[in-house]
């Protein structure tokens, strides 16, 4: 199946059993989404088991009781509607920017998936809305801020809750704003009046965190995956040791990325003509940021498969609060507590600024003309021209940007509802920030694989060495002839790499001389976010595999 059918292949969501696959379709838009009907039974069989409560008159937290600290006050049966109203309306008290539209599909769709796993008593009718108001693109309106990630993300889950009473506002595929009446009414089905316990497992859950930190863990794949192309064309221009990718080193330390990563960087670099031409170079070591890119990259992707597990398993959890049980007890408990999110969230961020930290290392060791061979700033007629001198700037301020927002947020926690919260995980923030270091990292990565273009084709137009010193470089015109037998001179790199090369070269020209640089960087910023890696790159991303 091609990746055009894939794209638009339906996903039936089975709870328990969605991957990460499933959800990175459902972050990039553009798929209907489904329920497995084998889901239904236990949504109808849960909800009946919280309508005999309630008949029978039993006091249980959740169903007929009020909320949090207020959990002693019982609440008569003719007010229970009332309750899950007041509760949807008087939680709905986030703040900041929306949510964007790929984490609001993945928030509806777990969220749909979360009572199908039959413990939260909510009707399947509100399941299909969820999923219709996802399949129509008619996206909640929920903002970014107001939740510390326990007793789940209430305030952002109760403006997704507000939609299906509705009240709140939803975004249309157009970019309009609508109320949320007018939305149901869009979708055919008419604004809910809420039973028993179903508000409060509509706002008690991970859904936000979680889609927040699955949004991160798809980014942060991609720029592990520029991170690794980006690597190998600086490897490239530096005319680079090969050696330190030999399987036996790798093995013989036996962590898993590390020997996936050098496998990788061998597969891309099959093939090069640049590899052999430098073989009695007499260079001894590369600098770190070359020579221990298992080392680093295996690590962050290490990191990543570790966080991609605990996602996929919470994306699949039954996280609201109480839950009920097949022999109808209602056990109240703390799955809404999003710690698992937040240590997952806190990992990727690590991972995130390492890949740019050494991206930007190695952007610098490009620049560096004792170190690289190439001309200062990669840019001819050196002194007239800065080349790509505040291009490093620029990514040594994003790096260092990343290794503040690196900060754990799952260390952190501040007491909520009369203490009754008194220990949160800050998980939504956790999850939050990632989007904008996936960005800074993107830039820096973009930038270095721009840099390292502009190195391969000086080399390949065999340049002599620059002066040393002076700042300014001894090249020949621009179009002088090679000269015979210089290393590099005229020679290709590894097929997969002369694509990418290509690739780069649609986005951005040679720099010749100094020009308006930041459009060039942008677009390179985009082609870091690509998904179309080469099979040997892609197969390691947790989401791929």
């Not at 065999?462 to 090679?482: C, D, R, Y």
């Amino acid at each position: 199946m091609d990746n055009a059918s894939l794209t638009t292949q339906p996903i039936v969501l089975t709870p328990g059993d969605v991957d990460l696959k499933a959800l990175r379709r459902v972050h990039a838009g553009g798929v209907p989404l489904s329920l497995d009907p084998s889901a239904r039974a236990g949504l109808v069989a849960a909800q009946a088991k919280v309508r005999r409560i309630v008949e029978s008159g039993d006091v249980v937290y959740g169903i007929n009781t009020g909320f949090g600290k207020l959990a002693q006050t019982i609440i008569p049966t003719e007010r229970l509607a009332e309750l899950q109203r007041n509760l949807v309306l008087s939680h709905s008290a986030g703040t900041g920017e929306p949510l964007d539209a790929g984490v609001v599909r993945l928030v509806l769709a777990t969220k749909a998936v979360s009572p199908a796993r039959g413990h939260s008593g909510v009707r399947p009718e509100i399941v299909d809305a969820l999923l219709a108001l996802c399949n129509a693109g008619l996206l909640p309106r929920i903002p970014s801020k107001g939740s510390v990630g326990a007793s789940g993300d209430l305030a952002p889950l109760a403006h997704l809750a507000c939609v299906l009473i509705g009240e709140g506002e939803v975004a249309t595929p157009e970019g309009e704003v609508i109320g949320g009446a007018e939305a149901m009414k869009r979708i055919g089905i008419a604004p809910f009046v809420l039973g028993p316990k179903e508000g409060l497992a509509l706002l008690n859950g991970t859904q936000v965190s979680t889609a927040l930190a699955l949004a991160g863990l798809f980014g942060a794949e991609d720029v592990f995956a520029a991170g690794i192309m980006a690597g190998a064309l600086s490897l490239e221009a530096i005319q680079g040791s090969i050696k330190p990718f030999d399987a036996r080193i790798h093995i013989a330390r036996g962590q898993p990325g590390q020997i996936a990563v050098a496998a990788a960087m061998r597969a891309v670099l099959e093939g090069s003509e640049i590899v052999p031409s430098h073989a009695d170079c007499g260079r001894v070591q590369d600098p770190y940021s070359i020579r221990c890119v298992p080392q680093v990259m295996g690590a962050c992707l290490d990191n990543l498969a570790h966080a991609a597990r605990v996602l996929r398993t919470e994306a699949n959890a039954a996280s609201d609060n109480p839950l009920v049980f097949d022999n109808g007890d209602v056990i109240s408990g703390g799955n809404f507590h999003a710690e698992p999110v937040a240590f997952a969230a806190d990992i990727i961020a690590l991972a995130v600024a390492e890949i740019g930290a050494i991206s930007e290392r190695r952007m610098a060791l490009l620049l560096d003309s004792g170190l690289s061979g190439l001309p200062p700033f990669l840019v001819r007629d050196g002194g007239v021209n800065s080349g790509f001198m505040i291009a490093q700037v620029t990514a040594a301020a994003l790096a260092s940007e990343n290794k503040s927002l690196a900060h754990p947020a799952s260390v952190d926690s501040l007491p909520t509802s009369a203490n009754q919260e008194d220990h949160v995980s800050m998980a939504t923030f956790a999850g939050r920030r990632l989007a904008d270091m996936v960005q800074n990292t993107a830039v820096v990565v973009g930038i270095e694989a721009m840099a390292a273009a502009q190195g391969i084709e000086l080399k390949r137009g065999s340049m002599p060495a620059p002066t040393l010193g002076t700042g300014v470089s001894s090249l020949p015109p621009e179009g002088a002839q090679p000269a015979l037998g210089r290393p590099g001179a005229g020679l290709k790199s590894s097929p997969l790499l002369e694509a990418e090369f290509a690739a780069i070269r649609e986005r951005v020209a040679f720099i010749d001389q100094d020009r308006f640089l930041a459009p060039s960087i942008e677009a390179m910023r985009t082609w870091a976010r690509s998904s179309e890696w080469p099979e040997a790159v892609r197969s390691m991303l947790p989401s791929h595999a």
